[in-house]
C-alpha cells in the first residue's frame, strides 16, 4: 500500500507586496499510515499553506501531492473523500447544538446510519452529555473535540488538523491530545497536523517534520532529532563575549560543537559528566557568570538547523485589515 500523504517538490508562491513570494519551498515529505506526523514550525513558516494544498484549496504552484496513491491536482474528488479536516478558525455553527452541527455535516456527505455515527463521534470526543447544549455554550476546548469528531463522521482515512490546540489553556490542550491518540487507536487513520508548540510536537507526534521559511530543514522522530544533535548541552553565561574562549572549547575532547550567542556558550557534548571536570579547568570565575545543563530539546534541534532562535524565528502576527 502507498503512504497516506506523498508530497513531492511541493512549492507555492504568492504575490506579496507586488512581490513574488515563495511561502512552501520544494517541500518533499512521505508520511506513513496510522501514525500522527507533525509538522512543525513557527507562526509563517507555511504550515497552513501546506495543509491547504494537501486538502486541495491551494493547487501547488510546482510539485506533486499524492494521497494513497492518488493525484489530489488530477483526481481531487477522489482525494478530497480521504481527508477530514480541521482548520486553524472555527467554522462551526454557533446556534446550533453539538449534535446538530455534526448531524448538518452527515447530511452533507450524505451519510449512512447517521444517527448512529453522530452519536458515535459524539462519544469519541467525549461530549454525549454535552451534545444538546448550543455551540455559543461551548468552551474553547469543547468547540475543538467538536470539530475534530466533525472531521471523522465520513470515515476518511486521514486527518488534517491545523494548530488542533491554538489558543487553548494547557489543560484543554492536554485532552485533545488525548483525544487525537485515542482517534489513533481506536479509528486507524493517519493524523497529519501542523503546529508551532514544541512540547505538541514532541508529545503527540511519532515524527515531524521541521519547518522554517517554507523549507523542511529536518525530519525524523523527535527522539532520534535531539540524539543527533548530541547528547547533552552546557551553557555558559559569559560576563564577556570570548572567541578565544570558545576556540579552546572547540579543541577539548568530547565536545561536538560551539555555538555562540549573545555573550552565551552553548556546548554540545557527547557525555556531560566526563566533560564538567576538564571543562571547569578551562576557565575562570571572572570569566564565566553561570553554568547550565541541559537535554536537548526541539528548541535546540530548531536552533542547531536553522542556526536562529525558535521564538526569534516567528513572524509577527499578522494585522488583519477589516
Ligand atoms: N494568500 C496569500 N497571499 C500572500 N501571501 C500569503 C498568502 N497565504 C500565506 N501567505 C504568506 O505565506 C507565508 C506562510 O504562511 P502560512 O502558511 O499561513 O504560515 P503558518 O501557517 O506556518 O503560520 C507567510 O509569510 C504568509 O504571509
Ligand atoms: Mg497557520
Known sequence: MPPAIILKGVTKRFRKNKKEFTAVDNISLEIPRGKIFGLLGPNGAGKTTTISMICTLLTPTKGKILLEGIDVTKDTLEARKRIGLVFQETTLDLELTGRQNLDFHARLFK????KRKVDEALELVGLTKDADVTVRQYSGGMKRRLEISRAIIHEPAMILLDEPTLGLDPVSRRGIWEYINMLIERKNVTVLLTTHYLEEAERLCSRIAIIDKGKVVVQGTPEALKAKIGNDIIILSLKRDDPKLAARLREMKGVKRVVRENGDLFLYVKDVDKTIVPLMK??????VSGLQIKRPSLDDVF????????????????KVNA
Open 303 to 318: 536552533f542547531h538547523y536553522t542556526g536562529h532562535k525558535y521564538e526569534d524565528a516567528a513572524e509577527p502576527e499578522r
Open 111 to 114: 451519510i449512512d446510519n447517521r
Open 282 to 287: 578551562l576557565f575562570s570565575e571572572a570569566q
